[in-house]
Nanobody, 120 residues
Framework: EVYLVESGGGLVQSGGSLRLSCVAS????????IGWFRQAPGKEREGVSC????????TYEDSVKGRFSVTRDNVKNTVYLQMNSLKPNDTAVYSC?????????????WGQGTQVTVSS
């Protein structure tokens, strides 16, 4: 059974930091790109980042560039999303997803998400 599990969400004040983890039970994990997404109440889901399967290069959504960073540990089948300088409009449910073959492909597996709340 394939699953992705996110953790590390919580309540933080504006300007604070959180680190989210995404652990995947996927064979050949390094064949998958891992994306982070978020969905705020009343809004559509948006992509935050995508970390490629090959060189592990990461692309970021414009509003998080310079504040969020992703690291990938293929030994632990884990991807981390470090979020710094958090703002109230970063409040959302954050989910990770896996796409076989790289960023730009459709996502095959999704996690349940973890809540991030940033207070002003």
């Amino acid at each position: 059974e394939v699953y992705l599990v996110e953790s590390g969400g919580g309540l933080v004040q504006s300007g604070g930091s959180l680190r989210l983890s995404c652990v995947a039970s996927i064979s050949h994990f390094d064949d998958y790109a891992i994306g982070w997404f978020r969905q705020a109440p009343g809004k559509e889901r948006e992509g935050v980042s995508c970390t490629d399967d090959t060189d592990a290069g990461t692309t970021y959504e414009d509003s998080v560039k310079g504040r969020f960073s992703v690291t990938r540990d293929n030994v632990k089948n884990t991807v981390y999303l470090q979020m710094n300088s958090l703002k109230p409009n970063d409040t959302a449910v954050y989910s990770c997803a896996a796409a076989y073959g790289g960023c730009g492909r459709s996502y095959d597996y999704w996690g349940q998400g973890t809540q991030v709340t940033v207070s002003s």
